[in-house]
């Protein structure tokens, strides 16, 4: 099959348009037509990966964290960046990146994160702003469930766990069609009244194609009048980190020793200890240490993350303990979760997981 299927399988269970300003998931080497019969999946694209790539005769890299965020100016071979890229070109195997929109979905690396500490109840700490779109358009009152079927089966009308919605209000629309026009009702050359619904749904704008698509194949009328409008509201259920709670509160020593053993951690960087039970647990893959203020605001009794910076360990004021778990550890299972996530889809199709230890932080014990 092609690079491209797996993209497509990828990116329509996080989509591009989720990832945040600063991100540069998708393709980054390679050709999304090109043929594929293995995939590696990595945390990290670092040589080691790409070699071991090599070594199994595989043709595309599936990494979180892209080898490229910026843009490179020179390809010498002088930095580990421009070696994998240069290797990676050299020996035909494409690199593909999922990397914040797979942060941002709710189905992500968040809930792996609370699959493996046995969290339930879960929210998304910081719902995600900007990604929402309404569609206005009319439509004569015998099409109108017609037209609805054909927008909510393309991807519009989910708010929140209800799909389906609309909002619908009957009026009178005028037109007075050209000589050249092929109306769908009406006369030529005179106004015309027609009693239309004015139909309303939200999409999210990785849809925004294929419900215009949706809309042209199933509307009556020659010429569609819609609008397609911006919306500040946020997704609740796509965003930044995640909360949940415990099924039975632990005390701050147990809870640590938890969490040491469910995310496979060395150690744990933490707060002092508050001296109450933890049941509500606030969590973000990754550098989520600017979330704090959110936890704090939900009141959760811990925030699990990593790399947090001393001072910012200030900012916990015993409101509640910070856990800090490390990058690495807090994202390695990850790659158990696109693994999965390929293979559900192509049961026959060749997915290895990486060998090789990625994390670039080592610990003396």
């Known amino acids: 099959m092609k690079i491209q299927e797996v993209i497509a399988v990828l990116e329509n269970w996080a989509p591009k348009s989720y990832q945040e300003s600063y991100d ?51 390809l010498t071979g002088e930095t580990y960046v421009e070696r994998v890229i240069i290797k990676a070109i050299q020996n035909n195997i494409a690199i593909y990146a999922i990397h914040t929109n797979l942060d941002n979905v709710n189905t992500g690396v968040n809930f792996k994160i609370a699959e493996m500490l046995l969290l339930k109840d879960l929210k998304v700490l910081s719902p995600k702003a900007g990604l929402l779109k309404k569609l206005v358009t009319f439509v004569p009152v015998e099409n109108l469930e017609e037209v609805k079927s054909a927008l909510f089966m393309a991807g519009a009308g989910h708010i929140g766990n209800y799909s389906e919605s609309s909002f619908q209000v009957k009026g009178e629309g005028n037109f007075k069609p050209s000589a050249n026009a092929n109306p769908y009702l009406g006369e030529l050359g005179r106004r015309n009244i027609a009693i239309e619904n004015r139909l309303e749904v939200v999409l999210t704008s990785d849809k925004v194609s294929c419900v215009l698509s949706a809309l042209r194949e199933s509307h009556p009328y020659e010429d569609i009048a819609y609008d397609l409008y911006p919306l500040d509201n946020a997704i609740q259920t796509i965003g930044t980190g995640m909360i949940g709670e415990l099924e039975t509160p632990l005390s701050e020593d147990d ?108 610990y003396y014990k």
């Not at 390679?30 to 043929?35: F, I, R, T, Y």
């Not at 990966?49 to 599936?62: C, K, R």
């Not at 550890?329 to 559900?344: G, M, N, V, Y």
């Open 24 to 74: 540069n998931s998708g393709l980054i080497v390679g050709d999304a037509q090109s043929e594929v019969s293995k995939c590696l999946v990595s945390l990290d694209c670092i040589e080691a990966v790409v070699d071991e790539a090599i070594e199994n005769g595989v043709e595309l890299i599936v990494s979180h964290h892209p080898i490229v965020f910026s843009g490179l100016k020179s």
């Open 255 to 362: 809870f640590l020793a938890h969490v040491k053993t469910g995310l496979k951690a060395d150690c744990i960087r933490h707060t002092a200890l508050t001296g109450r039970k933890v049941k509500k647990v606030a969590f973000c893959g990754g550098s989520g240490s600017f979330l704090l203020g959110r936890a704090i605001g939900q009141k959760a009794d811990a925030f699990i993350t990593g790399d947090f910076k001393y001072h910012e360990f200030f900012d916990a004021d015993g409101k509640l303990m910070i856990l800090d778990v490390g990058h690495f550890e807090s994202e390695q299972f990850t790659i158990d979760l696109i693994a999965e996530k390929i293979q559900e889809n192509f049961p026959i199709f060749a997915v290895l997981k990486t060998g090789k230890d990625t994390n670039p932080i080592s």
